[in-house]
């Protein structure tokens, strides 16, 4: 055999692997998306038919209505899940990540609509500002795109747009798992023939607290049970389907044909009209495989979808349609009324449990959505717990969740039946829908750079489709529907109020920063005595020096021999590479060591700040160091304060200082490390006693990892720069100190009334949230806070 060919054999044996693997983990991602992406929308069979034939329509005796619903179901499902969500949706995707969020942040980042004030120009260098291969310098700007940034109140009318889809997703998510569990427990009615119904609503609450306790203790433990339960419940909603067709009216399939809607309006005329939203609820939970999509990939989605989930739903809605058409006053109870005795008990089960697992993945949705809201500068301050899940990249608020727990126990005691619920829900999942119709048009013609035409068809097409329901829907508005308004409404305020006041307080910060030149200016004169340590100021400035800092020196004219900047951002992608992340630069001539430290995350980036960052910032200081002195102008990009680096991308990152480990000891007393220059502490004999006499009392300081910095012990071009790294060191040891600004905001006294009410109610939310040191994890035991009064 010839080596060609032994190499042509080996090139088609590693092919045929790499497609196993392929296969292996599209099978894994499919299987486990059936798990946390489509629970909601495989419920709906419980209750789409009980609202469609609701209040006047409940006693319709005419199979025409009955084939004319399933016509209904059956195309909205194919319209509006299949073609437009399946298809057009999936591909309209950030970064892999899907959800109003993020067809926000895909307009911000090929348009100037972010209204987030601290943009730079370093920021669309990230390697995932945009597609690879993709850039749209040369193609000239649409008249659209061009409207939108030159008036601001359109980005303004854009952002509330967004955030009340946003704010519906909070409804669902206290709606869903009401309506889920309701539905799923009235099957009771039937069996144990409960008579009291007050009773249903009593089990149900029941069983929302222990969901929602459920989600507060963590589901990892029980996560891998998902998938299996909803695969059995679409099993088993799909055999009952086929069952109930075969057995009771197998003309059904007749009612693919859209006559039969026609049919339809023409027997029920205004009341099918008004009933018209409870066919809309056949696709709720749809916008879950879009939103949910970072977790997965386009494809696994897809198939899920289509080959699984899809078929499965159309033959249940038309077996319970042919099992209605032969038992027309089973409408209320169509669902348990069309199982089989024999089968009623455990798919009563399955319901429950299906109903759980669905709640959960929604819940956890919701904490998405608010998480990326905040991120955005759009709601207050929160915790949230990135505990470990089956599902990496979860999130759990505590707050949040109680929140949706109240208000899920209220609908459930207050409405006590699915109908009322459901308008609640629909026109939630509905405004969802629209908000997100509107947001992809925009895609197609802004992102996708397609003609305006084709955006218009496409918003037309799907938004006349919505609009249709939403019509329906007006009508439901005093009988529950003004539930998720009111709610919304309330959501929004709290909001929009955030991230007024959020950027007031930001550009009266950018009014009052101090210039570095003017520090310079003063000289000797400012009389500053450097300590050791270093000191982290925190702020949102990206560039120039904050007034909490000139208010600190005013008051107390000391300070760190190592200041180090620290501006945590929001930049509007989904996430940032490690190695980009974070932008060193320096402040001033270097004999003041002052340096700036951006630390850019994406709008799913989970900011962790343990003792590693301090590691890291040292480290990276150290890179930018060298490569200053080095002249390495390609890795160092022009700023206000200076030149700026992302120093991890130099392939020397991490060489330049020698590290060790040591747990519960001081620094400076363990032994030298061969090759490595000594570094004296600073710190004086009666500080280092304190500090072991404060650490004696706090065990968890003592036992904590530590990292000892070394510089190596080689030839420096400059003596300098050895110098400045021995300082780094040195001033590393002595420890750490973080800074934070703690604000008070006012409006001013000649301010409107609505601005007073925005500025005190911002004020108000401020102290009643998270501060900023436990949002950004500062150790308690090292941080100083400086007062700061904001009038704007």
Not at 68 to 83: D, E, R
Not at 218 to 236: K, Q
Not at 292 to 321: E, H, N, W
Not at 446 to 451: A, R, T
């Amino acid at each position: 055999m010839s080596s060609s060919d032994g190499n042509r054999q080996r090139g088609s044996s590693s092919t045929t692997v790499e497609r196993k693997s392929q296969c292996k983990t599209l099978f894994f991602l499919t299987y486990q998306s059936l798990g946390f992406l489509f629970g909601d929308i495989s419920l709906s069979p419980l209750y789409v038919y009980q609202s469609i034939f609701s209040g006047r329509l409940k006693h319709v005796q005419n199979e025409d209505a009955i084939f004319g619903s399933f016509s209904l179901i059956f195309w909205t499902l194919s319209l509006i899940s299949l073609l437009k969500y399946a298809v057009f949706m999936l591909s309209a995707d950030d970064n892999g990540e899907g959800g109003t969020v993020a067809l926000y942040s895909h307009l911000c980042r090929n348009a100037k609509f972010c209204l987030l004030p601290n943009h730079q120009a370093s920021d669309e260098e990230l390697s995932t500002y945009r597609k690879p291969g993709y850039s749209n310098r040369n193609i000239p700007p649409s008249s659209l795109k061009r409207f939108i940034e030159k008036h601001k109140n359109t980005k303004i009318v854009l952002l509330i747009f967004v955030l009340l889809g946003a704010c519906m997703i909070i409804c669902v998510g206290a709606l869903m798992p009401a309506i889920s569990v309701l539905s799923s427990v009235e099957g009771l009615k039937i069996e144990a023939k409960i008579k009291n119904n007050s009773m249903v609503p009593l089990i149900s609450c029941v069983l929302l607290v222990g969901l929602f306790v459920l989600q507060h203790r963590g589901s990892h433990t029980v996560a891998f049970m998902f998938p299996p339960i909803i695969i059995l419940w679409l099993l088993s909603i799909f055999m009952i389907g086929i069952y109930n067709v075969i057995k009771w009216n197998p003309r059904i399939y007749q009612a693919f044909s859209p006559y039969y809607i026609y049919k339809f309006f023409c027997v029920t005329g205004k009341d099918g009209w008004i009933n018209l939203g409870g066919v809309f609820l056949c696709v709720t939970g749809t916008e879950a495989m879009f939103t949910d999509l970072g977790y997965y990939k386009q494809v696994p989605v897809r198939v899920a979808f289509s080959c699984v989930v899809y078929p499965c739903l159309i033959l249940q809605y038309m077996g319970q349609a042919a099992f209605l058409s032969k038992n027309l006053s089973a409408v209320p109870i169509s669902f348990y009324a069309s199982i089989p005795d024999v089968l009623f008990w455990p798919v009563f089960v399955g319901a429950s449990l299906a109903a759980i697992v669905a709640s959960q993945a929604v819940i956890s949705s919701t904490f998405s959505i608010v998480q990326q809201c905040h991120a955005f500068e759009c709601f207050p301050r929160i915790k949230a717990v990135h505990s470990r899940r089956w599902l990496n990249g979860q999130i759990f608020i505590p707050e949040l969740n109680w929140v949706l727990m109240i208000i899920s126990l209220a609908v459930t005691v207050g409405f006590g039946d699915t109908s009322h619920i459901g308008y609640a829900y629909g026109i939630s999942c509905l405004i969802v829908a629209f908000v997100t119709t509107w947001l992809t048009s925009l895609v197609i013609n802004l992102v996708w750079h397609q003609s305006l035409v084709v955006s218009m068809a496409f918003l037309l097409f799907f938004g006349s489709i919505e609009a249709l329901f939403l019509s329906s829907y007006c009508m439901k508005i005093p009988k529950g529907g003004w539930v998720p308004i009111v709610l919304s409404v309330a959501f929004m305020v709290v909001m929009y109020v955030w991230h007024y006041g959020s950027k007031k307080k930001y550009f009266f910060d950018m009014h009052n920063k101090a210039s570095m030149r003017e520090i310079l200016t003063l000289g000797p004169s400012l009389g500053i005595v450097r300590v050791p340590g270093m000191g982290l100021i925190y702020t949102e400035l990206a560039t120039g020096v904050p007034a909490s800092f000139t208010h600190f020196l005013t008051n107390l004219p000391a300070f760190y021999q190592v200041v180090v900047f620290v501006c945590v951002k929001t930049v509007p992608v989904p996430s940032v590479p490690h190695a980009e992340r974070y932008l060193i630069g320096r402040i001033g001539p270097k004999s003041y060591r002052l340096y700036r430290c951006i630390v850019r995350n994406g709008y799913k980036d989970a900011y962790s700040h343990e003792i590693d960052f301090e590691n890291e910032l040292v480290m990276s200081i150290a890179e930018f160091i060298q490569l200053e002195a080095e002249g390495c102008s390609g890795n160092l990009d022009g700023s206000a304060d200076g030149r700026m680096a992302v120093v991890r991308t130099s392939g020397k990152f991490g060489t330049r200082l020698r590290m060790s480990e040591s747990y519960g000891v001081e620094e400076g007393d363990s032994s030298n490390i061969p090759g490595a220059l000594t570094v004296a502490s600073s710190k004086s004999p009666t500080l280092k006693k304190l500090q072991a006499t404060y650490e004696q009392e706090l065990p968890e300081l003592n036992t904590r990892r530590r990292i000892r910095f070394e510089v190596l012990n080689t030839i420096y071009r400059d003596p300098r720069v050895k110098e400045e790294l021995m300082e780094l060191v040195e001033a590393k040891r002595a420890g750490a100190a973080y800074v934070i600004g703690h604000s008070h905001v006012k409006a001013k006294w000649n301010s409107s009334f609505v601005k007073k009410f925005a500025v005190n109610l911002y004020s108000f939310l401020r102290k009643n949230c998270r501060s900023p040191s436990v949002g950004l994890n500062i150790p308690q035991t090292c941080l100083i806070k400086v007062g700061m009064n904001y009038h704007v």
